[in-house]
Protein backbone atom coordinates (compact mmCIF):
# COMPACT_ATOMS: atom_id res chain seq x y z
CA UNK A 1 0.00 0.00 0.00
CA UNK A 2 3.03 2.29 -0.42
CA UNK A 3 1.84 3.64 -3.24
CA UNK A 4 -1.69 3.94 -2.89
CA UNK A 5 -3.46 7.05 -4.68
CA UNK A 6 -3.33 10.03 -2.88
CA UNK A 7 -7.17 10.82 -2.99
CA UNK A 8 -6.91 13.61 -0.18
CA UNK A 9 -4.82 15.16 -2.65
CA UNK A 10 -6.68 14.64 -5.92
CA UNK A 11 -9.72 16.12 -3.84
CA UNK A 12 -8.55 19.37 -2.61
CA UNK A 13 -9.94 22.63 -4.12
CA UNK A 14 -7.33 25.11 -5.80
CA UNK A 15 -6.52 26.41 -3.02
CA UNK A 16 -2.92 27.66 -1.27
CA UNK A 17 -4.12 27.07 2.07
CA UNK A 18 -5.75 23.88 1.64
CA UNK A 19 -3.11 23.01 -0.57
CA UNK A 20 -0.01 23.43 2.19
CA UNK A 21 -2.26 21.80 4.77
CA UNK A 22 -2.78 18.11 2.60
CA UNK A 23 0.57 18.40 1.22
CA UNK A 24 2.26 18.47 4.52
CA UNK A 25 -0.42 15.78 5.96
CA UNK A 26 0.51 13.78 3.01
CA UNK A 27 3.99 14.08 3.62
CA UNK A 28 3.80 13.36 7.72
CA UNK A 29 1.44 10.59 6.90
CA UNK A 30 3.64 8.82 3.83
CA UNK A 31 6.83 9.46 5.88
CA UNK A 32 5.31 8.00 9.07
CA UNK A 33 5.73 4.43 7.21
CA UNK A 34 8.89 5.11 5.32
CA UNK A 35 6.90 5.76 1.99
CA UNK A 36 7.32 8.33 -0.58
CA UNK A 37 4.45 10.52 -0.95
CA UNK A 38 2.45 9.95 -3.93
CA UNK A 39 0.36 12.71 -5.80
CA UNK A 40 -2.20 12.62 -8.49
CA UNK A 41 -4.70 14.71 -10.00
CA UNK A 42 -6.53 12.85 -12.54
CA UNK A 43 -7.66 9.29 -12.93
CA UNK A 44 -10.91 7.18 -14.65
CA UNK A 45 -12.94 7.59 -12.06
CA UNK A 46 -13.28 11.60 -11.70
CA UNK A 47 -14.15 13.76 -13.48
CA UNK A 48 -10.45 15.54 -15.17
CA UNK A 49 -8.72 18.11 -13.45
CA UNK A 50 -8.76 20.13 -16.73
CA UNK A 51 -12.94 20.40 -15.93
CA UNK A 52 -12.80 19.66 -12.21
CA UNK A 53 -10.72 22.49 -11.24
CA UNK A 54 -12.88 25.06 -13.06
CA UNK A 55 -15.87 23.51 -10.88
CA UNK A 56 -16.82 24.08 -7.17
CA UNK A 57 -16.65 21.93 -4.21
CA UNK A 58 -19.95 20.21 -4.12
CA UNK A 59 -18.82 18.13 -7.58
CA UNK A 60 -18.99 14.81 -6.06
CA UNK A 61 -16.45 12.11 -7.12
CA UNK A 62 -18.52 9.18 -9.41
CA UNK A 63 -21.37 11.63 -10.16
CA UNK A 64 -19.48 13.16 -13.43
CA UNK A 65 -20.98 15.90 -15.03
CA UNK A 66 -23.10 16.20 -18.54
CA UNK A 67 -25.11 18.88 -20.71
CA UNK A 68 -27.81 19.11 -18.31
CA UNK A 69 -25.43 19.74 -14.89
CA UNK A 70 -25.54 22.94 -13.45
CA UNK A 71 -22.58 25.12 -13.42
CA UNK A 72 -20.39 23.82 -16.03
CA UNK A 73 -17.17 24.51 -15.88
CA UNK A 74 -14.95 27.13 -18.06
CA UNK A 75 -13.04 25.33 -20.55
CA UNK A 76 -10.00 27.85 -20.23
CA UNK A 77 -10.01 28.64 -16.73
CA UNK A 78 -10.19 25.13 -16.42
CA UNK A 79 -7.14 24.35 -18.21
CA UNK A 80 -4.88 27.48 -16.63
CA UNK A 81 -5.45 25.77 -13.29
CA UNK A 82 -5.24 22.66 -14.67
CA UNK A 83 -1.49 23.33 -16.18
CA UNK A 84 -0.42 25.27 -12.91
CA UNK A 85 -1.71 22.21 -10.70
CA UNK A 86 -0.09 20.13 -13.07
CA UNK A 87 3.62 22.01 -12.40
CA UNK A 88 3.22 22.81 -8.75
CA UNK A 89 2.70 18.78 -7.93
CA UNK A 90 5.03 17.80 -10.38
CA UNK A 91 7.29 20.02 -8.49
CA UNK A 92 6.63 17.88 -4.82
CA UNK A 93 8.99 15.32 -3.68
CA UNK A 94 7.76 11.74 -3.85
CA UNK A 95 5.84 9.74 -6.58
CA UNK A 96 3.65 11.51 -9.46
CA UNK A 97 1.18 10.05 -11.07
CA UNK A 98 -0.26 11.27 -14.67
CA UNK A 99 -3.37 9.88 -16.04
CA UNK A 100 -3.27 9.30 -19.66
CA UNK A 101 -4.95 12.80 -21.84
CA UNK A 102 -3.88 15.27 -18.91
CA UNK A 103 -0.45 15.53 -20.60
CA UNK A 104 -2.76 16.98 -24.00
CA UNK A 105 -4.74 19.15 -21.94
CA UNK A 106 -7.92 17.41 -22.11
CA UNK A 107 -10.95 18.03 -20.67
CA UNK A 108 -14.02 16.19 -19.47
CA UNK A 109 -16.15 15.02 -22.32
CA UNK A 110 -19.27 16.67 -21.28
CA UNK A 111 -21.80 16.34 -24.06
CA UNK A 112 -21.56 13.28 -25.06
CA UNK A 113 -24.70 11.43 -25.95
CA UNK A 114 -27.01 9.40 -23.41
CA UNK A 115 -27.22 6.55 -25.72
CA UNK A 116 -23.07 6.43 -26.13
CA UNK A 117 -22.95 6.10 -22.41
CA UNK A 118 -21.72 2.95 -21.05
CA UNK A 119 -20.91 3.80 -17.24
CA UNK A 120 -23.14 1.24 -14.82
CA UNK A 121 -23.41 4.41 -12.39
CA UNK A 122 -25.51 6.14 -15.57
CA UNK A 123 -27.95 3.30 -15.42
CA UNK A 124 -28.16 1.98 -11.73
CA UNK A 125 -29.05 5.75 -11.03
CA UNK A 126 -31.23 5.76 -14.13
CA UNK A 127 -29.55 8.82 -15.73
CA UNK A 128 -29.42 10.78 -12.60
CA UNK A 129 -25.82 10.33 -12.23
CA UNK A 130 -23.68 10.69 -15.91
CA UNK A 131 -20.91 8.79 -13.92
CA UNK A 132 -17.23 8.28 -15.20
CA UNK A 133 -17.48 8.25 -19.49
CA UNK A 134 -16.41 11.57 -19.44
CA UNK A 135 -12.96 11.16 -18.09
CA UNK A 136 -12.54 7.58 -20.53
CA UNK A 137 -13.14 8.85 -23.72
CA UNK A 138 -10.43 7.45 -25.91
CA UNK A 139 -7.27 9.97 -26.73
CA UNK A 140 -6.72 12.14 -29.81
CA UNK A 141 -3.02 11.18 -31.03
CA UNK A 142 -3.28 11.93 -34.80
CA UNK A 143 -5.70 15.18 -35.91
CA UNK A 144 -6.47 13.94 -39.32
CA UNK A 145 -6.58 10.23 -38.89
CA UNK A 146 -9.64 8.23 -38.19
CA UNK A 147 -10.68 7.83 -34.49
CA UNK A 148 -7.99 10.63 -34.31
CA UNK A 149 -5.52 7.47 -34.11
CA UNK A 150 -7.54 5.26 -31.98
CA UNK A 151 -8.42 2.67 -34.55
CA UNK A 152 -8.74 2.10 -38.16
CA UNK A 153 -12.05 3.67 -38.25
CA UNK A 154 -14.30 6.21 -37.44
CA UNK A 155 -15.90 4.14 -34.26
CA UNK A 156 -14.33 4.41 -31.01
CA UNK A 157 -15.87 2.45 -27.70
CA UNK A 158 -16.90 6.40 -26.48
CA UNK A 159 -17.65 9.16 -29.51
CA UNK A 160 -14.65 11.58 -29.24
CA UNK A 161 -15.53 15.66 -29.28
CA UNK A 162 -15.21 16.77 -32.60
CA UNK A 163 -12.82 19.59 -31.10
CA UNK A 164 -10.32 17.20 -29.75
CA UNK A 165 -8.28 17.12 -33.05
CA UNK A 166 -6.19 20.05 -31.92
CA UNK A 167 -5.99 18.76 -28.64
CA UNK A 168 -4.13 15.67 -30.64
CA UNK A 169 -0.89 15.18 -30.16
CA UNK A 170 0.68 15.48 -33.17
CA UNK A 171 -0.76 18.83 -33.08
CA UNK A 172 1.19 19.25 -29.80
CA UNK A 173 4.54 18.06 -30.16
CA UNK A 174 6.76 20.56 -30.86
CA UNK A 175 4.78 23.16 -30.41
CA UNK A 176 6.22 26.10 -27.99
CA UNK A 177 3.71 26.40 -24.88
CA UNK A 178 1.18 23.18 -25.76
CA UNK A 179 0.11 21.75 -22.92
CA UNK A 180 2.29 18.74 -23.78
CA UNK A 181 5.72 20.74 -24.39
CA UNK A 182 5.35 21.77 -20.96
CA UNK A 183 5.05 18.15 -19.58
CA UNK A 184 8.32 17.52 -21.56
CA UNK A 185 9.75 19.94 -20.19
CA UNK A 186 8.34 20.24 -16.43
CA UNK A 187 9.34 16.18 -16.16
CA UNK A 188 12.73 16.53 -17.62
CA UNK A 189 13.69 19.73 -15.19
CA UNK A 190 11.92 16.91 -12.17
CA UNK A 191 14.38 14.06 -13.17
CA UNK A 192 17.90 16.60 -14.23
CA UNK A 193 17.21 18.18 -10.81
CA UNK A 194 16.08 14.67 -8.74
CA UNK A 195 13.05 16.81 -7.21
CA UNK A 196 11.58 13.39 -6.50
CA UNK A 197 14.21 12.66 -3.98
CA UNK A 198 14.20 15.93 -2.42
CA UNK A 199 11.90 17.56 0.43
CA UNK A 200 9.67 20.69 0.86
CA UNK A 201 10.59 24.00 2.70
CA UNK A 202 8.07 26.26 2.95
CA UNK A 203 8.60 29.78 2.15
CA UNK A 204 6.95 32.63 3.90
CA UNK A 205 6.92 36.12 2.68
CA UNK A 206 7.01 34.93 -1.08
CA UNK A 207 4.76 36.57 -3.58
CA UNK A 208 3.46 39.50 -2.15
CA UNK A 209 2.03 39.72 1.97
CA UNK A 210 2.68 35.87 2.62
CA UNK A 211 3.65 32.49 0.52
CA UNK A 212 2.16 30.34 2.95
CA UNK A 213 -1.38 30.07 1.69
CA UNK A 214 -3.16 32.83 3.23
CA UNK A 215 -2.77 35.18 0.37
CA UNK A 216 -3.50 32.49 -2.37
CA UNK A 217 0.12 32.12 -3.18
CA UNK A 218 1.70 29.28 -2.28
CA UNK A 219 6.08 29.14 -2.10
CA UNK A 220 8.25 26.31 -1.10
CA UNK A 221 11.41 25.31 -1.85
CA UNK A 222 12.66 21.69 -3.61
CA UNK A 223 15.85 21.37 -3.54
CA UNK A 224 17.21 24.44 -6.25
CA UNK A 225 14.35 25.13 -6.94
CA UNK A 226 11.36 27.47 -5.52
CA UNK A 227 8.25 27.12 -7.08
CA UNK A 228 5.45 29.28 -6.75
CA UNK A 229 2.20 29.03 -7.44
CA UNK A 230 -0.78 31.33 -7.47
CA UNK A 231 -4.19 30.11 -6.62
CA UNK A 232 -5.81 33.58 -6.29
CA UNK A 233 -7.54 36.20 -8.72
CA UNK A 234 -5.06 38.80 -9.10
CA UNK A 235 -1.21 38.81 -9.99
CA UNK A 236 1.35 38.97 -7.34
CA UNK A 237 4.90 40.39 -7.73
CA UNK A 238 7.21 38.10 -9.41
CA UNK A 239 10.56 36.81 -7.36
CA UNK A 240 13.94 37.15 -8.03
CA UNK A 241 15.71 34.44 -9.88
CA UNK A 242 16.10 32.75 -12.75
CA UNK A 243 12.91 31.83 -14.52
CA UNK A 244 13.06 28.05 -15.43
CA UNK A 245 9.93 27.45 -16.51
CA UNK A 246 6.17 29.20 -16.06
CA UNK A 247 3.14 27.11 -16.95
CA UNK A 248 1.36 30.28 -18.42
CA UNK A 249 3.00 33.00 -19.75
CA UNK A 250 4.14 35.50 -16.77
CA UNK A 251 3.36 39.02 -17.02
CA UNK A 252 6.70 40.97 -16.80
CA UNK A 253 7.25 40.74 -12.97
CA UNK A 254 4.00 40.04 -12.12
CA UNK A 255 2.85 36.57 -11.93
CA UNK A 256 -0.37 36.24 -12.92
CA UNK A 257 -3.27 34.13 -11.39
CA UNK A 258 -3.80 30.72 -12.20
CA UNK A 259 -0.41 30.24 -12.61
CA UNK A 260 3.03 28.11 -11.82
CA UNK A 261 6.34 29.56 -11.41
CA UNK A 262 9.62 27.34 -10.81
CA UNK A 263 12.70 29.92 -10.53
CA UNK A 264 16.01 28.70 -10.12
CA UNK A 265 16.99 29.27 -6.41
Not at 139 to 158: C, I, K, Q, R, V
Not at 165 to 173: C, I, N, P, T, V
Request: proline share 7%.
Amino acid sequence: MHQAFNFAYLGTEWDAAALRSVIDDSLAAFGAVGAPSTWVLSNHDVIRHASRLALGADSLQGHGIGPKSPGLPDPVLGLRRARAASALMLALPGSAYLYQGEELGLPEAIHLPDEARQDPTWFRTEGERYGRDGCRVPLPWEADAPSYGFGPTDASWLPQPAGWSELARDRQRGVAGSTLELYRRVLAERRSRSLASGSVEWLDGVGGDGGGGGDGVLALRNGTVVVVANTGSEAVPLPAGRVILASDELDGAQLPADTTVWLEA
